[in-house]
């Protein structure tokens, strides 16, 4: 995030690197990079360097048990061989993540020596072919304790956000829900895509049905494996922001790959790990990433009292969100007119995109811009 917490100092999150971790004399440097958490770089007085993760709970126990579970997940696979996983380091207690006064929690990470990306970066054939394999690789592993997971870290489709969005459409002839800096612009924006959204949402639902719970077809996924959350490193990529870890089909992982290399990456993927994707599962992905972005925006937007960096950014990227829910509704039309004219065949998806020109300040998504890892 752009904005730092008020209440976190600097010197918060050295003592608690300090106490946590045994880093005596280190020095914590607030880090304005990143949506969704607050990072600072770290470095002591040998030189040695290292990254801080700082994430608010929601809600305390239930939040703190996610992130850790989840964080748990990235630091197995990385123990078992899967060097491209940029897991947390374990406190000398043995947890992933401890907790920091005022309702936050703190993961501490290697430095990783490397250039970090946006979003909307291109990647070339062989960088595409690599996460390829970095998800067959991720998929082919089983955690010791994923049998076993509680429902928070295990698929169950349901929509983040969803409750707070649907809210604030069934709220826009109410003027006074909608105070703050923002109210009124976002109240008028979301009422020019009320019908796109709801019609996302029932399109949503409806491919939630035809596919089933898919428990049989469970795996560990990173969630989000695009350019943003990829350093480029001299022995090639690792991926970063395992936050967002969780039981759930392989089209999770497939799909933002899929949308860019118009379904090849769903078929070399297939190719390269024997398992096969389902399409429609690729397309409720995508649809769910159009309207999760959006409630995220929407919920931060509407109940926010100021102006900061972060809202700033976010209200200059809400529109290119907006816009990309009429391009899903688009896609729905598209897939719909090709089940019908040819029902016995496997249907492809097209990915729902944001053209490159529209893709500056919105495309970078939930954690997707530069994180601050790398140079």
Same mark, same amino acid.
């Given at each position: 995030m752009k904005s730092r917490p008020p209440h976190l100092t600097d010197a918060v999150v050295a003592a608690a690197l300090s106490d946590g971790w045994g880093l005596p004399s280190a020095t914590a440097t607030y880090r304005p990079v990143g949506y969704g958490s607050h990072h600072w770089a770290v470095q002591d007085v040998t030189g040695a360097r290292w990254f801080v993760s700082v994430d608010a709970l929601a809600d305390q126990e239930t939040s703190y048990d996610r992130l850790a579970t989840a964080l748990g997940f990235a630091v197995m696979a990385r123990d078992s061989g899967l060097s491209f996983v940029v897991a947390p380091i374990r406190a000398s207690d043995r947890s992933v993540v401890r907790r920091l006064p005022g309702g936050y929690c703190l993961a501490l990470y290697p430095y990783v020596d490397g250039r970090s990306g946006t979003f909307s970066d291109a990647l070339t054939s062989a960088e595409i072919a690599e996460l390829i394999g970095m998800l067959c690789s991720l998929h082919a592993f089983r955690p010791p304790s994923a049998a076993g997971s509680g429902g928070d870290v295990v698929e169950t489709f349901a929509l983040p956000g969803r409750k707070?969005? #649907?809210?604030?459409?069934? #709220?826009?002839?109410d003027p006074d829900g909608w105070a703050g800096p923002y109210g009124e612009r976002l109240r008028s924006l979301l009422a020019e895509h009320t019908e796109d959204v709801h019609d996302l949402l029932r399109e949503h639902d409806g491919l939630v049905a035809r596919v089933g719970?898919?428990?049989?077809?469970?795996?560990?996924?990173?969630? #989000?494996?695009h350019p943003g959350n990829v350093i480029r490193t001299a022995d090639g990529l690792v991926l970063i922001d395992w936050d967002t870890a969780l039981i759930a089909p392989p089209e999770r992982d497939v799909c933002l790959l899929d949308a860019r290399t118009d379904g090849q990456a769903s078929a070399e993927y297939t190719a390269r790990s024997g398992r096969t994707l389902d399409p429609l599962l690729l397309a409720r992905y995508d649809i769910a990433w159009s309207l999760a972005d959006l409630a995220v925006f929407v919920e931060l937007l509407r109940f926010t009292p100021d102006t900061t960096a972060d809202t700033a950014w976010s209200w200059e990227a809400l529109p290119v969100h907006a816009r990309r829910v009429g391009c899903a509704i688009d896609t729905v039309i598209l897939r719909s007119t090709r089940e019908e004219a040819e029902p016995h065949l496997p249907v492809g998806v097209v990915g729902v995109r944001v053209d490159q020109d529209q893709a500056l300040p919105g495309a970078e998504s939930r954690l997707a811009a530069e994180d601050g890892h790398g140079e």
């Open positions: 707070p969005l #649907e809210a604030a459409l069934t #709220e826009l002839d719970q898919q428990r049989d077809r469970m795996v560990l996924t990173q969630g #989000e494996p």
